[in-house]
T-cell receptor, first 117, second 112 residues
Framework: DAGVIQSPRHEVTEMGQEVTLRCKPI?????LFWYRQTMMRGLELLIY????????DSGMPEDRFSAKMPNASFSTLKIQPSEPRDSAVYFC???????????????FGPGTRLTVL | RKEVEQDPGPFNVPEGATVAFNCTYS??????FFWYRQDCRKEPKLLMS???SGNEDGRFTAQLNRASQYISLLIRDSKLSDSATYLC?????????????FGRGTSLIVHP
């Protein structure tokens, strides 16, 4: 398996533009997580899905952020409009269901490094 | 008090040294505990799970102390390649939703 795939790997945009980040989880994993990592705040969970359904989005910073998972193999995180403070590395991770032999193990994608000018 | 706290370091140790990190958590109902390793400009990767009975994998030993609410990671015979940031992860029980909480990480630098 190729692991979790994210695109783009790097994104530079100007304030006010729409940004869409993409993620393909590991096949068969039914949990998908979106994280944001900055030097100031560390790794923060934004939202997670179970079987394509958003379960908890309490970490989404504000209405400018939205996430979707239209099917088991694809998810997007959208920021509209983007602001300089959104600059961070955004990670997508996936895992098998909680409660199996190795519960909660998350496999991370390589991340998208976002810079908003 | 933050939910999950780690000493950011850096811990600067020579090759062959033994080094230990602790991670404290505030939610006594926490269920699952892990150590992840993150190399510079890379994604976090699972290092090991932390079980109540302790867990050893080669040079790495992880332990859980529920009474004092902390987990620890011990690295013996440090290698240059162990240089990285070590993140602890705690998953509390919270109704039907579980939110894994990452610590800020502890930086380890192993020098020749």
């Amino acid at each position: 398996d190729a692991g979790v795939i994210q695109s783009p790997r790097h994104e530079v945009t100007e304030m006010g533009q729409e940004v869409t980040l993409r993620c393909k989880p590991i096949s068969g994993h039914d949990y998908l997580f979106w994280y944001r990592q900055t030097m100031m705040r560390g790794l923060e969970l934004l939202i997670y899905f179970n079987n394509n359904v958003p379960i908890d989005d309490s970490g989404m910073p504000e209405d400018r952020f939205s996430a979707k998972m239209p099917n088991a193999s694809f998810s997007t995180l959208k920021i509209q409009p983007s602001e300089p403070r959104d600059s961070a590395v955004y990670f997508c991770a996936s895992s098998l269901g909680v409660g199996l032999a190795t519960p909660d193990t998350q496999y991370f994608g390589p991340g998208t490094r976002l810079t908003v000018l | 008090r933050k939910e999950v706290e780690q000493d950011p370091g850096p811990f600067n140790v020579p090759e062959g040294a033994t080094v230990a990190f602790n991670c404290t958590y505030s939610n006594s109902a926490s269920q699952s505990f892990f150590w992840y390793r993150q190399d510079c400009r890379k994604e976090p990767k699972l290092l090991m799970s932390v079980y109540s009975s302790g867990n050893e994998d080669g040079r790495f030993t992880a332990q859980l102390n529920r009474a004092s609410q902390y987990i620890s990671l011990l690295i013996r015979d440090s290698k240059l390649s162990d240089s990285a940031t070590y993140l602890c992860v705690v998953t509390p029980a919270s109704g039907g939703s579980y939110i894994p909480t990452f610590g800020r990480g502890t930086s380890l630098i192993v020098h020749p």
